[in-house]
């Protein structure tokens, strides 16, 4: 059993040694900067402590952009539910024996109306994620130049991310809208299916299959949103270096993705509900942002960037190893010739 374990870490390191050489090497775009030095979280902390009123003014701007879905997702679509009810005028005394025997009772026909209307206008949220990619492009372009430690002029600088960035962050939400509207569309589709008595098998296939899709996404755009904003290489090799990347830091990204969920769960009560949403009016989104990027830089600094140095070390040592030998190759000759002159 000793000797076990060292084997095993010899295969993982031999395993990410093998993906990590698939990289597309390219140095960022920072210029002369410092890796990140007090760690990942440090560093974050560092940000918000001595850039509150940027933050805020950066956070206002994209709440522009989520907006919408937000509005649709926690306003629209309860008041639509209840104005649904009301208008419809159902009974739902009926049957329980309080005097209105013989009368229908409409629970389950409002139920299965209910949640037909959550499959059809959830559907919201697939174009109200694309809306909010837009926002993030600024939003992360500004966060990227914090971490490296430059000036960000927030009207300039949030537009030109949107300018540079926007159809790849559209995307990248899109995605993301797309596998939540699978889980909310499968659950509520089971909800009605189940009021119908008839719950069908394949529903549970779309809600696992949504979930775990879901899940991988958010891993990957932990390293996917900072990478598009740090370096300047084609997309396809943006996509490439995040998955590989993501695979070598899944643990990492899973503990990361853990710590922002937990304040999320706020969500589940009426009076939280309210704090966290002013805490994200005014400074979630930046926060949130700003620790992806972190974590991205933390990851592009461990993987990335250090293979590329070495790559340029290596290329250096080749450069110079090749000249010595034609220089012995040239002084060979030179000797040779000197020598063959001498005997004539």
């Not at 919201?124 to 909010?132: C, K, M, R, V």
């Not at 600024?138 to 537009?159: D, E, M, P, Q, S």
């Not at 300047?232 to 070598?248: D, E, F, G, P």
């Not at 922002?260 to 009426?270: E, G, I, K, Q, T």
Request: with cysteine; glycine share 6%; proline share 3%.
């Amino acid at each position: 059993m000793s000797k076990a374990a060292p084997q095993q870490k010899d295969k993982s390191k031999s395993y990410s040694a093998k993906l990590l050489s698939n990289l597309t090497l390219s140095p960022d775009l920072s210029m002369n900067r410092e890796p990140l030095q007090t760690g990942m979280f440090r560093h974050w902390w560092a940000i918000i402590r001595t850039n509150l009123t940027s933050l805020l003014a950066q956070n206002l701007m994209f709440f522009l952009f989520a907006a919408p879905i937000l509005a649709v997702i926690f306003f629209v679509m309860p008041l639509l539910e209840t104005k649904y009810v009301i208008e419809s005028g159902f009974n739902f005394v009926g049957d329980m024996g309080f005097g209105f025997s013989g009368a229908n009772n409409d629970a389950n026909i409002a139920s299965k109306g209910i949640y037909m209307m959550r499959i059809i206008f959830y559907s919201l949220i697939i174009p109200g994620f694309a809306l909010t990619g837009v926002g993030a492009a600024g939003l992360f372009y500004c966060t990227r130049n914090r971490v490296w430690g430059a000036t960000v002029k927030i009207r300039v600088h949030f537009f030109r991310g949107i300018k540079l960035y926007w159809w790849k962050f559209v995307l990248a939400f899109t995605t993301v809208g797309a596998g939540i509207y699978g889980i909310t569309g499968s659950i509520n589709a089971y909800f009605y299916y189940s009021v119908l008595g008839t719950a069908p098998w394949w529903i549970w296939i779309i809600m696992i299959a949504s979930c775990i899709f879901t899940l991988l996404t958010l891993i990957y755009m932990f390293n996917y949103l900072p990478s598009v904003t740090m370096y300047r290489i084609k997309h396809t090799a943006t996509i490439k270096n995040s998955l590989l990347t993501s695979v070598v830091s899944v643990f990492a990204s899973l503990i990361i993705m853990v710590m922002l969920s937990l304040p999320l769960l706020m969500f589940l009560s009426d009076i939280t509900m309210i704090i966290l949403g002013i805490f994200f009016l005014f400074y979630g989104f930046s926060f949130y942002a700003l620790a992806i990027q972190c974590f991205g830089q933390y990851v592009a600094d461990g993987y990335v960037n250090a293979l590329y140095e070495q790559s340029i070390i290596s290329a250096e040592r080749d450069r110079r190893r090749m000249e010595h030998i034609e220089r012995r190759k040239n002084g060979s000759s030179k000797s040779s010739k000197a020598k063959k002159g001498k005997r004539r």
